[in-house]
């Protein structure tokens, strides 16, 4: 790879759409957002769009890995000039890793009942670094759509194995159930059973792993060995936290980002462990601007500009459904129009 070429791969990007087969449906609200046609022959077992994406897929063929639109793969830009992409401060404490996946997810519809390791068990069973904590930024919702989210009471083992080997209903009714609409924002801690309800579209921030286990399987046609990461079902479902998760948990896990103003944090204080939002949101003679990070800016609302840099600004028209690959050596970001971008970041 020519120095040119290294150079030209850190500058700001518009990422291509990278949408790996899964087992459930869903995708025409992601072709929708990022103003791309509906093909004839559409596949609707598309309903993840992975942005800037080092992880694979667990199963399912093991794809994700985000390709930049010269061949080269996300994994081999970073590890090319892993100082410029991310900073020298995140490559000294974490290495040529963002710690970051970011996705589009449309649920065509309900998605299973499942949870995601928090790093302890991950660490301890699954010999991974990584748990999947993960936070969904509400961008479209059907009315009346819907997300669940931890257990309103607490389950004892043997009640849960039971609901788990049952597979029918009460798994999804001993869960909160909460009514969401375009500006919710909330933090799914790893471990925290959930399942997204059809008709809801998320911006997804997680943790970059692809490890679920699927409480609620057969129905989506899983092998177990897909459903429980490999392990036996006794020891997969020692991750899942058994509640309860109560109303003042769940406060507390909850933001509405469309209450922003200029910039702000769009996701919950407990997130930011783990990964960060942020909200710039431009007008008319009132820039909002980030500091320098490895981000990817995905616009929400609205068109304008996007500059990066000071010595040598380079300055993008985006609006609504754009995605872009910002490397930290691109310095401060400043939005200006009616534009309204959030920015996906690794933790600090």
């Given at each position: 790879?020519?120095e ?33 046609d ?52 995140h ?24 949870s995601?390791?928090?790093r ?109 990461l ?5 020891r997969?479902?020692?991750?899942v ?55 990817v ?6 068109q304008?500009h ?43």
């Open positions: 790879m020519s040119t070429t290294v150079s030209d791969l850190t500058r700001p990007s518009r990422l291509p759409i990278n949408t790996p087969h899964r087992f459930y449906r869903g995708g025409t609200r992601i072709l929708a957002f990022r103003g791309l509906i093909p004839a022959d559409f596949d609707d077992h598309r309903p993840e769009d992975w942005l800037a994406s080092t992880t694979r897929l667990f199963a399912e063929g093991g794809g994700g890995v985000t390709v930049l639109d010269d061949g080269t793969t996300l994994v081999d830009a970073l590890a090319a000039d892993p100082d410029h992409w991310l900073g020298p401060d490559v000294a404490a974490h290495g040529v890793e963002p710690g970051l996946l970011t996705k589009l997810l449309d649920a065509g519809e309900r998605l299973p009942v499942h995601h390791p928090d302890a068990f991950a660490a301890a069973h699954l010999d991974c670094d990584h748990g999947k904590t993960e936070a969904w930024i509400v961008l479209d919702a059907e009315p009346g759509a819907c997300v669940w989210l931890g257990f309103r009471d607490e389950l004892p083992a043997d009640e849960l194995a039971e609901l788990v080997e049952a597979q029918d209903d009460r798994l999804l009714e001993a869960l909160n159930r909460i009514e969401v609409s375009p500006g919710d924002a909330l933090l799914v801690p790893g471990g925290q059973p959930h399942a997204i309800g059809e008709g809801v579209f998320v911006l997804e921030l997680q943790e970059p792993t692809d490890l679920s286990v699927m409480l609620e399987h057969r129905r989506f046609g899983l092998e177990e060995a897909h459903a429980f490999g392990l036996t079902v006794p997969a479902l020692e991750s936290d058994r509640g309860p998760l109560t109303a003042e948990g769940l406060v507390a896990l909850r933001r509405r980002w469309t209450d922003v103003s200029g910039s702000g944090h769009a996701l919950p204080e407990r997130a930011a462990e783990f990964f960060r939002a942020e909200v710039l949101s431009g007008a008319v003679g009132s820039p909002a601007t980030g500091a320098a990070a490895f981000a800016v995905v616009a929400v609302e609205g304008g996007l500059t990066t840099g000071s010595d040598e600004p380079r300055t993008t028209e985006v609006a609504r459904g754009d995605v872009l690959l910002v490397p930290h050596g691109a310095g401060e970001v400043r939005v200006e129009g009616e534009l309204t971008v959030i920015r996906c970041m690794p933790s600090v």
